[in-house]
C-alpha cells in the first residue's frame, strides 16, 4: 500500500504518506500549546500518522483570530513537548507558521487588523489597515523568528500558511491587493520573502512547507486554479513541500465543506501542481479526504506524495495502525458532519468528534481512548436496549472490555434515527457511522436482536439473575398541533424515513410547509428533500435566518444558497398559531400580524422527547444514555452509550467535557 510507504521531505524521511494538518482545536492554555495539544497529537502518531502538523501559531502578537489561538512566541514548551512525543512513535512533527491578516479578529487584541490593502473581509465587514513597509517587514521578521524558535524546541521543521485564513493568500490575490507598489506590482514578493527569511531561520535540515491556497473560487479576480499553478511554480521550489487547497474568498468554512460537497474536491488542484513542480519538492493532496482508498488512489495516480486525512484522523486515530495490520475495515469512518471538529466558534468549544468522543480528550487519560482489540475475558452478561447510536456504543465498548452483550431492538435495521438522517439531504454519510456500529458489535461477538420488543419483566428478570441493564431506547417525535384533518400533519422522522424507504410519494400531493423552530441540519434538509421531489416548499422559521444553528458547521450561508436554488420560498421571524382550511396560519413574532399559507402537508421539525416507558419502570442498577435521557445530537449519544459502558465496571474515567 503507498499509503504505508516511506517519503522524503527535504532532508526528512516520514515513516508513510499519510499527514495530520493543522486545524483549530481551542485546547491551549491562553496561546500556548498545552499538554491538552501534547496528548491529541501523541494519539495520531501512536495510531499511525506518518507527519503531524500542530495548530497554526500566529507569528505576531497583532495577530490573535481566536481565544485559544497559539502565539509563536509562546509555544517552545509546547512544540517540545510535540517533538517528544512524536518522535517517540517515529512519526515527524512539524508546527504551522501564519497570519490571518483581514480574516483575524480585532476582538482579543484590540488592535487594528492588518492587511495589504483597504478591502473589508465579507464575513467580519471589518476595514483593515493598509501594511506598510515597516508592518509587512515585522510580519516577515516574525516567520523567522517563529520558524527558528519551532527549530530550536527539537520539532523537524514548519509550514507556513498561505491558504485559508492567511496574510499571505491576502497578497497573492487581486481580490485583496491592490496596491501600486511593489509589493502590488508584484503580488508574490511578500510571500517569497517570508518563505526566503524563513529557510535561513531553519537552515537546511529542517522541513519547510508551503500551505498555498489555489482557487478562491472568484475567477473575476481571485486566485484560480490556472494562476495558482503559476504561483506555485514559483514559490514551491523555495519549500520542501506544497500542501494543494481550495481557500474560497467568501467563505469562510470552504477548505473544509460537510457532506454537501463531494470528498476530495481539491484533488484536481494537487494533481496540476504534482505535474508542475520538480520532483523533489513533494505534493500533499488534501479536501475532505476521508476515505482510504482514496487516498491510495491519489498516490497511485500520481496526483500526490503524501495525503492529509485530517478529519479522518480525528474520527479514527488509529487509522494508519488499523492499515497497517490489515485490519482497514475496523476504521470508523468520518461522516463529514462538522458538528464537533469546527471550532472556531465563540463558545471555545474543544474539537472532537461525535463518532469518537474521545477525541480532543486524549488527556483525561484512562477511558478516555478505548483500546479497540477487544482480548479481555468475558466478565458477566449485559443486555441492552436500543440499537440506535447510543445502545450500539454502548454494547461495543461492554463487548470490548470483557462482557457478554446482547442487543434488542424493536425496529427492523440497527442505527435508530441515524439511518433516517442520512436520508436529508447532504447528510448520506451518516449511515456510515451506523453500519460502523453495528459492524464492529457483530465483530466483537455481541448478539443483535432485531424486530424484538422488551418488557419491563424482561429488565427485572434480566437484574434479578445478576446481569447488568443498559436502557438507551431513544427518542419519539414532539406533539403534532390540533388539525381539522384538511392538511396532513408529518414529523420530521417520518418524512425522513418515508425518504429512506423511497415512500415519499405517500405524502398528499400539493404544497408542503415545514415548520423549523429548532434551526438545524433537520428541518434544512427535509425542505431541501421536499424540493428535490419536486414539491413546492415554504420553510418557516422563528429566527431572523433559516437554519441559525449551522453557523456551528460552517453551512449556515451555504444552506441558505442552496435553498434559494431550490426555490424553497423562506417565511422568517413567524411561528404556527394554527392549521385547518388548507391552511397553515402563522404570527410575525414582532408585529403579531397573521397571514396564511396554502398547505397540503405541514411538516413539524420540533425537538424530540425521550422515550422513557421503559425507563419508568426499568429495576434499580439499570442505566440509561443518549436520547432516552434527553434528546440531543449523535455526540451525546454516543458518548454516554460509552460512559454507561464504562461506568458497569467502575472504569469511566471519562469527566463532562
Known amino acids: 500500500m ?3 510507504e516511506p517519503v522524503d521531505l527535504g532532508s526528512k524521511r516520514a515513516p508513510n504518506r499519510l499527514l495530520f494538518g493543522p486545524h483549530e482545536t481551542n485546547l491551549g492554555i491562553g496561546r500556548a500549546l498545552s499538554a491538552r495539544h501534547v496528548a491529541y497529537y501523541e494519539r495520531r502518531a501512536a495510531g499511525g500518522c506518518g507527519t503531524v502538523v500542530t495548530e497554526t501559531a500566529s507569528v505576531h502578537p497583532g495577530d ?3 481565544e485559544r489561538a497559539p502565539l509563536a512566541a509562546e509555544c517552545f514548551a509546547g512544540w517540545s513537548a510535540v517533538a517528544d512525543a512524536v518522535h517517540a512513535h517515529g512519526g515527524l512533527a512539524l508546527a504551522a507558521l501564519g497570519h490571518c491578516g483581514g480574516q483575524g479578529s480585532s476582538a482579543y487584541s484590540q488592535r487594528v487588523l492588518w492587511a495589504p490593502s483597504r478591502v473589508a473581509d465579507p464575513v467580519t465587514r471589518e476595514v483593515p489597515q493598509e501594511m ?7 510580519v516577515t521578521e516574525g516567520f523567522a523568528t517563529a520558524a527558528a524558535l519551532a527549530a530550536a524546541s527539537g520539532l523537524d521543521g514548519v509550514e507556513v500558511n498561505a491558504a485559508s485564513f492567511s496574510l499571505l493568500r491576502h497578497f497573492l490575490s487581486g481580490l485583496t491587493n491592490t496596491r501600486i507598489d511593489a509589493y502590488g506590482v508584484d503580488r508574490l514578493r511578500f510571500a517569497r520573502e517570508v518563505l526566503e527569511a524563513t529557510r535561513a531561520a531553519l537552515g537546511e535540515g529542517p522541513v519547510l512547507g508551503l500551505r498555498l491556497g489555489c482557487d478562491e473560487l472568484a475567477p473575476w479576480a481571485g486566485i484560480t486554479p490556472e494562476s495558482g499553478e503559476q504561483i506555485a511554480l514559483a514559490l514551491g521550489p523555495l519549500a520542501d513541500y506544497v500542501v494543494a487547497v481550495r481557500a474560497p474568498a467568501y467563505d469562510q468554512f470552504g477548505a473544509r465543506p460537510d457532506g454537501h460537497t463531494p470528498p476530495g474536491f481539491a484533488l484536481p488542484l494537487a494533481g496540476a501542481l504534482r505535474r508542475a513542480l520538480p520532483a523533489p519538492v513533494a505534493v500533499v493532496a488534501q479536501g475532505s479526504i476521508v476515505e482510504v482508498t482514496m487516498a491510495e488512489q491519489a498516490l497511485t495516480d500520481g496526483t500526490a506524495d503524501l495525503v492529509e486525512m485530517t478529519r479522518a484522523q480525528i474520527a479514527d486515530p488509529e487509522l494508519g495502525a488499523k492499515l497497517a495490520r490489515g485490519a482497514g475495515e475496523e476504521i470508523r469512518p468520518c461522516v463529514l458532519c462538522n458538528q464537533r471538529c469546527l471550532v472556531r466558534d465563540p463558545r471555545n468549544p ?6 469518537e468522543p474521545s477525541s480532543g480528550f486524549e488527556w483525561q487519560g484512562e477511558g478516555a481512548a478505548i483500546d ?5 475475558a468475558a466478565e458477566g452478561e449485559v443486555l441492552v436496549v436500543g440499537a440506535g ?6 454494547a461495543r465498548v461492554a463487548a470490548l472490555t470483557g462482557w457478554r452483550v446482547r442487543v434488542v431492538d424493536r425496529r427492523p435495521r440497527a442505527g435508530g434515527v441515524l439511518r433516517a438522517a442520512a436520508a436529508g439531504a447532504g447528510r448520506h454519510r451518516l449511515e456510515l457511522l451506523a453500519d460502523w456500529l453495528e459492524a464492529e458489535c457483530r465483530r466483537l461477538g455481541v448478539a443483535i436482536e432485531l424486530s424484538t420488543s422488551v418488557d419491563p419483566g424482561d429488565l427485572s ?11 438507551c431506547t431513544g427518542s419519539v417525535p414532539g ?3 390540533d388539525a381539522d384533518g384538511s392538511v396532513e400533519l408529518r414529523t420530521a422522522l417520518e418524512v425522513l424515513e418515508l425518504a429512506q424507504s423511497g415512500r415519499l410519494g405517500e405524502l398528499a400531493p400539493g404544497p408542503v410547509v415545514v415548520d423549523d423552530p429548532v434551526g438545524d441540519a433537520v428541518g434544512i434538509s427535509v425542505a431541501e428533500l421536499l424540493a428535490a421531489a419536486g414539491r413546492p416548499v415554504t420553510l418557516i422559521t422563528g429566527d431572523a435566518v433559516a437554519g441559525t444553528q449551522l453557523s456551528r458547521t460552517g453551512d449556515l450561508a451555504p444552506a441558505n444558497t442552496r435553498l434559494a436554488r431550490a426555490g424553497v420560498r423562506i417565511v422568517k421571524r413567524s411561528l404556527v398559531v394554527d392549521v385547518g382550511g388548507g391552511v397553515v396560519r402563522l404570527q410575525d413574532r414582532y408585529t403579531g400580524k397573521e397571514a396564511p399559507v396554502a398547505a397540503a402537508v405541514l411538516v413539524r421539525a420540533a425537538p424530540a422527547l425521550p422515550d422513557d416507558a421503559l425507563w419508568d419502570s426499568a429495576p434499580a442498577g439499570a442505566r440509561r444514555a443518549g436520547d432516552a435521557v434527553a434528546p440531543r445530537t449523535v455526540y451525546e449519544a454516543v458518548l454516554e452509550g460509552r460512559r454507561a459502558a464504562l461506568a458497569i465496571g467502575g472504569r469511566d474515567s471519562l469527566a463532562d467535557p
Open 2 to 4: 503507498r499509503l504505508l
Open 372 to 376: 479497540e482489540q477487544a482480548g479481555a
Open 132 to 138: 506598510e513597509e515597516r508592518e509587512i517587514a515585522a
Open 461 to 471: 428478570s434480566r437484574a434479578a439473575s445478576g446481569g447488568h441493564v443498559l436502557v
Open 479 to 481: 406533539p403534532l398541533p
Open 64 to 66: 490573535w483570530p481566536y
Open 389 to 394: 447510536p447510543a445502545g450500539l456504543e454502548a
Open 350 to 355: 474543544l474539537v472532537s468528534c461525535i463518532g
